[in-house]
């Protein structure tokens, strides 16, 4: 799989004296859906902010359909990137966050056309266009001039995931896209999710809710401590886990449920 | 009214307490002004037809006008200063940061007035002319003697400037800490640059909240720019006070000059208000 969207190769990260992520090493191959599961506190924000290099990483390497992200191969060592090349690298790597981080103090349309116009320097009507069409997909071309903080938080997110769509992205990270919401809320942000998958985004999910990884995800990589416990496909990760932990961990969401 | 439903409950009025006490040390604080005010009158400690006709007199107004340039100035120039050392104060460098934190001290921890005299005093001795030159070259683009820059006006400016600076800085510090950084990684991820993410995100949200004591600190520094009678700048205080040096009207002055204060602290106010509205927290 040397033609992997996402490769993630032998990647440590450490916050002090913490280890965050050991000897982490995944592939992802484009159009391919993965989701993320595992306890809190087991690494997957931190994995997501770290492909994106939001996140410094201490050792190993990160690649997006080949390339090295924030940093550069000088042979013996990585000299990371400027802040210009970083920005650069980041335009085609979207990235949906759990408490939506809409920027407040613009409108919905405003939220949507600012990436393409003032990072990829789009024009005004293009860029209007465009975030119009986005917000029609997801169902929310009327709230266009309404700011954030009038929206519902279903809504929010998923301004928020027409606003990473504009960019045109390569891959997507999706972190926890679901957990800041009402339960009644999560149906709307996962069926847009869902229809992401269907158009074929290649996009890693980190969530806590079983019904994105069950219903429409490709493979599940379940991570504890900082590790993979377990990369399966889907179907096989929920009929037939092979670890303990896994077990474990399916068991308490089944009790949950009941 | 409603008819009572519920024969054992029949429906009456409902009665709240009235808080006597208030009412009662309104009346008393009414009292008190009212004395005061009388007691002004019946000693008559001003000549009305006087106050009236200074309060339009040109010293007056230029004094007036000279004091709302002086404050208005030095607030936008200690915004910009202030910025630049929040910004230093938040890099994350630990020298930028302890330089941003030791100004701060120093000019918030002396007097105003103090810094004012320095600046027009101390300045000119230690550098006895002012030049700007091209380094390692003989090109001399402008060259004058220290006493003849620093004049009362540029030495007030500087010194309210850069006290109120530290002030601000503060200010302008809480101001962008309180931008969530949730907004800061969406901008980033958007492919935004550090410079963008601050244009574009992190400083409009921070101007917002900044916005109240801002507005605060400008209507102070409008009262603050009387310092500058101390070193001879022709401000409102400064025009009232030589005014009522040659003719003893001393409380018709002191009055002029704070009736003018009030009109441009209601001008500053206003001013707040009206940003306040056009930018409403979202």
Redesign the interface.
């Known amino acids: 799989m040397s033609n992997s969207a996402i490769r993630v190769v032998d990647v440590d990260k450490s916050y002090g004296p913490l280890l965050v992520l050991k000897k982490l090493r995944l592939e992802v191959a484009p159009g391919e859906v993965v989701a993320l599961l595992g306890p809190s506190g087991s690494g997957k924000s931190t994995l997501l902010r770290c492909i994106n290099h939001l996140e410094t990483i201490d050792a190993g390497r990160i690649l997006i359909n080949g390339s090295l992200i924030g940093y550069e191969d000088k042979g013996d060592h990585l000299l990371q990137l400027s802040d210009r090349q970083i920005s650069a690298q980041r335009r085609s790597i979207g990235m949906v966050f759990q408490s939506f981080n809409l920027f407040r103090h613009m409108t919905v349309l405003r939220n949507v056309m600012t990436g393409p116009m003032d990072v990829l320097g789009h024009s005004r009507e293009q860029a209007r266009t465009r975030a119009m069409e986005l917000l029609a997909s997801v169902g929310l071309a009327e709230k266009a001039d309404f700011y954030p903080s009038q929206l519902s938080g279903g809504q929010q997110q998923r301004v928020a995931i027409a606003r990473t769509l504009a960019m045109d992205p390569k891959v997507l990270l999706l972190d926890e896209p679901t957990s800041a919401l009402d339960p009644e809320l999560t149906g709307e942000v996962i069926a847009t999710i869902r229809k992401l998958a269907n158009e074929g985004y290649t996009m890693m999910i980190a969530t806590h809710e079983m019904s994105i990884a069950s219903e429409f995800c490709d493979r599940v990589i379940f991570m504890v401590d900082g590790e993979i416990v377990e990369d399966s496909p889907a179907q096989a990760f929920f009929n037939n886990p092979r670890h303990e932990r896994t077990r474990q961990f399916l068991a308490r969401y089944e009790t949950n449920r009941q | 009214m409603s008819e009572a439903t519920t024969p054992e409950f029949p429906t009456v009025r409902v009665v709240h307490r009235s808080d006597w006490g208030a009412w009662l040390l309104s009346l008393v604080c009414i009292a008190l002004v009212a004395t005061i005010i009388l007691a002004g009158i019946r000693a008559e400690i001003m000549d009305v037809g006087l106050f009236l006709g200074y309060m339009v007199s040109p010293q007056i107004l230029i004094g007036a006008w000279n004091a709302l340039m002086l404050g208005t100035l030095a607030t936008l120039a200690a915004m910009v200063v202030g910025l630049i050392f929040a910004l230093m104060r938040v890099s994350g460098n630990p020298i930028l940061a302890s330089i941003s934190a030791t100004y701060v001290y120093f000019f918030r921890g002396t007097p105003m007035l103090i810094q004012l005299m320095f600046w027009f005093n101390a300045v000119p001795i230690m550098f006895d002319q002012i030049v700007i030159a091209i380094p390692f070259t003989d090109m001399v683009l402008f060259q004058s003697p220290t006493t003849r820059v620093i004049t009362p006006f540029v030495a007030a400016l500087a010194g309210l400037s850069l006290a109120e600076g530290a002030y601000m800085s503060e200010i302008i510090r809480a101001g962008l800490q309180a931008v969530?950084t949730?907004?800061r990684?969406?901008?980033?991820?958007?492919?935004?640059?550090?410079r963008?993410v601050l244009n574009?995100?992190v400083v409009?949200?921070a101007a917002?909240i900044i916005l109240p004591a801002a507005g605060n600190q400008y209507i102070m520094m409008l009262k603050s720019s009387s310092l500058a009678s101390a070193i001879g700048y022709l401000e409102l205080l400064r025009v009232a006070t030589d005014i009522y040096s040659s003719n003893f009207r001393v409380v018709e002055l002191l009055a002029v000059a704070a009736f003018w204060y009030l009109v441009m602290t209601a001008f500053a106010t206003a001013l707040q208000t009206g940003l306040e509205k056009a930018?409403p927290h979202?």
């Open positions: 969530d949730g907004q990684s969406a901008a980033r991820a958007l492919g935004m640059t550090n963008q574009r995100v409009p949200q917002r930018f979202r």
